[in-house]
């Protein structure tokens, strides 16, 4: 079982008391005053020239939990996206989604109308696998960000529960998935933090990523994604840190790490583990075939890392575990959520679902989905594909009982509790974005990730160099030219030494005959087939990992990355050890 902190058992405490209270129906009236939960109850014995202590946010949480009406309860569980790239000033086809999704104009008015407890903003890039559930885009540089979720927390803080930090949250994984993109500093993908080996480079990072996201108002990151990567899943592919939970363990312990130490909430995902099935989600209910042992051994270790290190959330799946709930999508399992995640592995914070609008959770309807999987464990409910249904179905629910009261007190109790652990803390300045620092993290990640599966460890090309790759990467090519330029090498438009780069989505065809260097930029499986006497693997595109590819080949850095999943007739590095 996972370590239980000091500060979880505070919270169970208090959540059994203020369960206790409702089910004694002692809950307040809706229009009963509303203490500030942030101000802590007089004591006779406090010393008059000792400040009190700060509330716990447990405590803060059941004192403002309790003043709530059953709507706002309801509110808080739901997580939606929204259309537009401001809080108050929308496009005309914007309003159009907003008012098909929620029936309002504006997402100002939508958290207002459904006293909302988060947001989540959205947007997707071309080789982004998770595309295909992202309706619309909120997301273009970091002052846009910045002004929306100030927008978004201004009509938040009008609402009974305004008292707690409004969630913004956004899937900034680093790699494929990247919401914000412009203006930031870009990791590596978490495949190349695998290969690099070394959580005290990841949590550094992930601090800096922390700290950027923080700058924007964004507080909660649907990120790291603790799933092995057991299988060739695209979907996943090099969002993994890994094939083997020993290496992908201690860096998603260093990403929840670096992400919280600047106030922005670490949500490990996809839980019990995508990339035990090839399938995508998004589209048809993976199955999960593997033996309970298998999933204890493989699937669960980074999953209580990561709660272990302090996770305050973890995003539950739709995959169809055999061994354990057979035909229920986890998503929908108590004895996934409640059973294994909650009393096996120890988990006391906030569990979200996956996107609600993806394919194995819309065979229900939005209400019906809602209720499910709060009942099965769940806290926030992301992404439903229509507001009102949802909100409607949880507040009849709860009217005739098919959801208990308690239930949705625990699951609010929980969302409040993590708000109130991300509250009083001073938010970055935006110049504080792609500062040198950062960058810098970044790059020393990047630099002891690159790989080297076949060739001369010294990794230095001879001649003028050519840099080809497949299709559509013409940015890549003019980064990996820039930085071999800098390095010292000389580039030429065509002949010389190529250098070939294949990417998200590349297979065989994509390779070139007669490259001297080939170098994968996400998984390295495609390597199997290159017949250049050099192989190289970056895992990752960023301007830092073709920066750290041109110091290899400029023979002023050796390859010390180790590819962390495994490559068919190649080893896991060239160069020893």
Request: neutral net charge.
């Amino acid at each position: 079982m996972g370590r239980v902190s000091i500060s979880s058992r505070r919270f169970a405490v208090a959540l059994a008391a203020l369960t206790a209270l409702v089910l004694s129906g002692c809950s307040g009236p809706p229009d009963r005053p509303r203490p500030d939960p942030s101000t802590p109850a007089p004591s006779s014995s406090a010393s008059p020239t000792t400040a009190p202590a700060a509330p716990d946010p447990a405590a803060r949480a059941a004192a403002l939990v309790a003043t709530l009406t059953d709507e706002d309860l309801v509110g808080q569980v739901l997580m939606p996206y929204a259309y537009g790239s401001s809080a108050t000033d929308v496009s005309a086809g914007s309003a159009a989604g907003n008012r098909a999704l929620a029936g309002v104009d504006t997402p100002a008015e939508m958290v207002a109308k459904y006293r909302l407890g988060g947001v989540i903003l959205v947007g997707f890039s071309a080789d982004d696998p998770t595309s295909g559930n992202q309706e619309t885009t909120n997301v273009d540089n970091p002052k846009q960000v910045r002004a929306l979720t100030d927008g978004l927390r201004a009509a938040a803080g009008k609402l009974p529960a305004g008292a707690a930090p409004f969630l913004v949250g956004t899937d900034q994984e680093y790699g494929v998935v990247t919401r914000i993109t412009d203006g930031v500093t870009q990791l590596p993908s978490p495949l190349a933090a695998g290969a690099a080996g070394n959580p005290a480079l990841t949590e550094a990072a992930w601090r800096a990523a922390g700290a950027e996201l923080a700058a924007m108002g964004v507080n909660l990151d649907f990120a790291p994604v603790a799933d092995v990567l057991a299988t060739r899943s695209t979907v996943i592919g090099s969002r993994s840190f890994g094939a083997d939970p020993a290496i992908a363990s201690p860096q998603v312990a260093g990403a929840v790490r670096g992400l919280q130490a600047e106030g922005v909430g670490a949500a490990v995902k996809h839980f019990p583990g995508h990339g035990l099935s090839a399938a995508d989600s998004h589209t048809e209910l993976p199955v999960v075939g593997q033996t309970r042992a298998v999933l204890d051994r493989t699937a669960f270790p980074p999953f209580r890392a990561g709660i272990d290190a302090g996770a305050m959330a973890v995003m539950s799946a739709h995959l169809d575990v055999k061994a354990v709930d057979p035909g229920t999508p986890a998503t929908f399992s108590h004895k996934l959520l409640t059973d294994v995640l909650r009393g096996q592995l120890g988990f006391q914070g906030v569990v979200i679902t996956d996107g609600m609008n993806m394919a194995p959770a819309k065979k229900w309807s939005p209400g019906e989905a809602a209720v499910r999987a709060l009942n099965a464990g769940n806290d926030l409910i992301l992404m439903t594909p229509n507001v009102t249904q949802a909100y409607d179905g949880l507040r009849a629910a709860l009217k005739d009982g098919s959801l208990p009261r308690a239930r949705l007190v625990e699951a609010v109790t929980r969302v409040l509790t993590m708000k109130f652990r991300l509250a009083d803390r001073p938010q970055p300045a935006l110049s504080t974005l792609d500062g040198a620092d950062h960058r810098k993290a970044a790059a020393d990640l990047a630099a002891a990730a690159v790989t080297m599966l076949r060739g001369r460890c010294d990794g230095k090309v001879t001649g003028p160099v050519s840099v080809t790759s497949s299709g559509g990467r013409e940015r890549t090519r003019a980064l990996l030219t820039e930085a071999l330029t800098a390095a010292g090498v000389k580039v030429v438009p065509s002949g010389g030494t190529v250098v070939h780069l294949v990417g998200y989505g590349d297979g065989a065809k994509d390779l070139r005959a007669g490259a001297a260097v080939t170098v994968a930029m996400d998984t390295p499986y495609v390597l199997s087939g290159a017949k250049s006497p050099t192989l190289l693997a970056t895992y990752s595109s960023t301007r830092a990992s073709m920066t750290a590819l041109a110091e290899v080949l400029a023979g002023k850095a050796r390859p010390t990355g180790r590819a962390p999943v495994p490559v068919p007739n190649l080893p896991a590095t060239a160069c020893g050890g």
